[in-house]
């Protein structure tokens, strides 16, 4: 059975739905990873499941539904919709937020006023669980850290924080826990299939495997680290019958973890998702190198806030960076972190560092750290990864 990728299904709307189908369906919206939305087949019978699947695992970090929510994330824009669609957004999100007892504030743009108000907004609030896209939740609280609120964070007694819609990076959940005082779950899904893995509180992330039968498609030519062989995620919805998804690829990387969880549950595991196929750096040999690699180097220079990080060719890396207010990166820095950049990619690549005052986040609100272009195809690749 071949893999079904997002480029098979985009612009299949009506295709992709079963001809015998017992449910009204509606158009969900991805941005997708290569920046081109994806429309995909909504149904309840799909999030329902979903939704109870999100409810159980939270429920094991002592998340119930019905805890106080504050939510990064971001709906769109109302302008481009009429009087009856601005209604609709109002009950679905307005009225039935208010009932789940969520409470959103927009990851859009985040800059230093909006932060500072989602802060003051929280401390009065007061919630339960903070949940939004990861790289929304990592520059909020790093803000809150370097601003020097650490303590008052902490004393707001958040619970948990869930990040979702995106990668969480290592790094940046540790900075999320240091700052809140409590864990920072990865909730791993995507819009076209709801609930995928959770995290448990022994860190391990079991999939919904009820409702989903989750492979590991083996992934060659790859360079990406010790351990078991990196492949990609691939899954089946089993519950799903109006659009059902059959061994479908959103286009993660991860492998399967053998063997029982500490904490008892049956379910199988698979390891923490470790980036998206389109953040791997491929070289003109056809060496994929993983975007997580170039994070933690940036990261560990200790003097930047945000960056990113464009593979523009085979020869040719870009990073751009916004520097921690009073921080500069010397000269030292720079040679050593292009020297160990180049003991990946070979010497021959040409590396361009700038400092900008600001990176924007994407039209959807996320973020994406690492960009290849030869990955994303808008570079001849020798081969795809
Ligand atoms: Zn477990």
Redesign the pocket.
């Known amino acids: 059975m071949p893999v079904l990728r997002k480029q098979d299904i985009q612009g299949r709307f009506d295709q992709v739905i079963a001809t015998d189908r017992k449910r009204r369906v509606w158009p969900l919206r991805t941005s997708g990873s290569t920046c081109e939305p994806l429309i995909y087949p909504g149904n309840q019978e799909k999030y329902a499941y979903g939704f109870a699947n999100a409810w159980r695992c939270r429920g094991?970090w002592g998340l119930h539904l019905g805890v106080k929510a504050v939510c990064f994330y971001e709906r769109g824009f109302s302008i481009y919709l009429d009087w009856k669609g601005r209604i609709k957004r109002f009950l679905v999100h307005e009225v039935r937020d208010r009932l789940a007892n969520y409470r959103l504030f927009s990851a859009y743009e985040l800059d230093e006023p909006r932060m500072a108000k989602a802060f003051g907004y929280i401390r009065k609030v007061r919630p339960d669980m903070l949940i939004g896209y990861a790289s929304s939740l990592y520059v909020f609280s790093d803000w809150v850290e370097r601003s020097g609120l650490t303590e008052a964070a902490r004393r707001m007694g958040v619970a948990g924080v869930v990040s979702t819609s995106e990668v969480l990076y290592d790094w940046q959940q540790e900075t999320i826990e240091r700052v809140w005082g409590c864990p920072a779950i990865n909730e791993y899904g995507c819009v076209e299939a709801t609930i995928i893995a959770h995290e448990?509180?022994?860190?391990?992330w079991?999939t919904m495997a009820e409702s989903m039968y989750v492979e590991i498609e083996p992934f060659e030519n790859a360079d990406l680290g010790e351990g078991p062989k990196v492949g990609e995620v691939v899954l089946t919805h089993l519950l799903d019958h109006t659009a059902p998804l059959i061994r479908y690829a959103p286009g993660d990387l991860s492998t399967l973890v053998k063997g029982t969880?500490?904490?008892?549950?049956g379910?199988p595991?698979i390891d923490r998702v470790q980036g998206r196929k389109h953040d791997l750096i491929v070289t003109r040999e056809g060496k994929c190198v993983h975007g997580q690699l170039f994070t933690h180097l940036v990261q560990r220079t200790g003097v930047v806030q945000k960056f990113q990080v464009v593979q523009e060719s085979y020869d040719r890396l870009s990073i751009s960076a916004v520097l921690q207010a009073g921080k500069s990166m010397s000269e030292e820095q720079e040679t050593a972190l292009k020297a160990e950049i180049r003991k990946h990619l070979g010497d021959q690549v040409e590396i361009i560092i700038s400092y900008v005052p600001e990176l924007p986040n994407e039209a959807s609100g996320k973020y994406r750290w690492v960009r290849s272009l030869v990955t994303e195809g808008k570079i001849r690749a020798p081969f795809s990864p």
Request: proline letters at 7%; one cysteine or more; glycine letters at 8%.
């Open positions: 094991w448990c509180p022994e860190r391990s079991h969880c500490r904490c008892g549950r379910l595991m």
